[in-house]
């Protein structure tokens, strides 16, 4: 069983809420638009980490995290991107991958929504956390948090983190 933390849309911005709501996470993923290399730096060294870069992410940040991430935790292969649509939505690339690899759980972000929907037709849960960042134009910042337990994906919850203009300080550490 792993617990899994799942943000996005960061844009440079570590809220303090991600340490007391990530705490018993086993692993953090980060769908794109990270913002900083202290961004990932910062989550890499508290829990095992894994990113997509996203559309706002330079250099350094593209060499340190590739564009999809396809891998499996308990059973559960995982499709993650920055940028991918959503079931009926979905762009050609991700639609092809979707279709080639056949994963279990596909993740994207960069839309600021939070969304989980079943795809029927591909027989994949589509997950978007919405964004845990000050920047853009969503009102509350949000993540998500779930379990991966043999095959299953399960104990999904939506986490608030507050207002987006609430401009807490940047937490510096997360350890």
Same mark, same amino acid.
């Given at each position: 069983m792993k617990r899994i933390g799942l943000l996005s849309d960061t844009h440079g911005y570590l809220?303090?809420?991600?340490?007391? *709501?990530?705490?018993?996470?086993?692993?953090?993923? *980060? =769908?794109?638009?990270?913002?900083?290399?202290?961004?990932?730096?910062?989550?890499?060294?508290?829990?095992?980490? @894994? =990113?997509?870069?996203?559309?706002?992410?330079?250099? /350094?940040?593209?060499?340190?995290?590739?564009?999809?991430?396809?891998?499996?935790?308990?059973?559960? /292969?995982?499709?993650?991107?920055?940028?991918?649509?959503?079931?009926?939505?979905? =762009?050609? @690339?991700? @639609?092809?991958?979707?279709?080639?690899?056949?994963? /279990?759980?596909?993740?994207?972000?960069?839309?600021?929504?939070?969304?989980?929907?079943?795809?029927?037709?591909?027989?994949?849960?589509?997950?978007?956390?919405?964004? =845990?960042?000050?920047?853009?134009?969503?009102?509350?910042?949000?993540?998500?948090?779930?379990?991966?337990?043999?095959?299953?994906?399960?104990?999904?919850?939506?986490?608030?983190?507050?207002? @987006?203009?609430?401009?807490?300080?940047?937490?510096?550490s997360l350890i």
């Open positions: 809220d303090e809420g991600i340490k007391k *709501h990530f705490a018993d996470c086993d692993e953090i993923w *980060h =769908a794109g638009d990270i913002g900083t290399v202290k961004v990932s730096d910062t989550l890499a060294a508290w829990k095992l980490y @894994r =990113a997509v870069y996203g559309n706002i992410d330079g250099g /350094k940040l593209r060499l340190m995290h590739p564009e999809n991430q396809i891998f499996e935790v308990e059973g559960v /292969k995982v499709l993650m991107t920055h940028i991918g649509g959503y079931p009926g939505r979905y =762009a050609s @690339r991700v @639609r092809e991958l979707i279709i080639q690899e056949k994963p /279990k759980l596909y993740i994207c972000g960069h839309s600021h929504i939070l969304k989980v929907m079943f795809d029927k037709k591909h027989q994949v849960l589509h997950m978007n956390p919405g964004a =845990a960042g000050i920047s853009g134009f969503h009102q509350v910042k949000t993540m998500l948090r779930f379990v991966l337990d043999q095959g299953e994906i399960k104990d999904l919850e939506v986490i608030e983190l507050g207002k @987006r203009t609430e401009n807490r300080p940047l937490t510096e």
